[in-house]
Nanobody, 126 residues
Framework: QVQLVESGGGLVQAGGSLRLSCAAS????????MGWFRQAPGKEREFVAR????????NYADFVKGRFTISRDDAKNTLYLQMNSLKPEDTAVYFC???????????????????WGQGTQVTVST
């Protein structure tokens, strides 16, 4: 099993940037497709981005395209989410996730993802 711990959340003004990190332990993160989801108060958890085991293929939700970048450093067993041009509607708890499936068998569905971090709060003020 893999344990995931997110960090890097916080309070930022609209238009600002944050970089989230997700440290993996237990097994090499390179074995897994990785992703980010988020959950705003009163809403369902939603897909944000995912990246392949090799780090050369990725996919984003439409609402973050051009603003967020997902990346991974498997030498450090760490996943990142660079978030630029943040908007108040990006306010949510952000969750790191991993899947034992090959990347092409993952999707934006929560059921495709096997293990989760505890989340980190991102708050964007106006």
């Amino acid at each position: 099993q893999v344990q995931l711990v997110e960090s890097g959340g916080g309070l930022v003004q609209a238009g600002g940037s944050l970089r989230l990190s997700c440290a993996a332990s237990g097994r090499p993160s390179s074995n897994y497709a990785m992703g980010w989801f988020r959950q705003a108060p009163g809403k369902e958890r939603e897909f944000v981005a995912r990246i392949s085991q090799t780090g050369d293929t990725w996919n984003y939700a439409d609402f973050v395209k051009g603003r967020f970048t997902i990346s991974r450093d498997d030498a450090k067993n760490t996943l990142y989410l660079q978030m630029n041009s943040l908007k108040p509607e990006d306010t949510a708890v952000y969750f790191c996730t991993g899947s034992g499936r090959t990347y092409y068998y993952t999707s934006d569905s929560r059921s495709d993802w096997d293990f989760w971090g505890q989340g980190t709060q991102v708050t964007v003020s106006t």
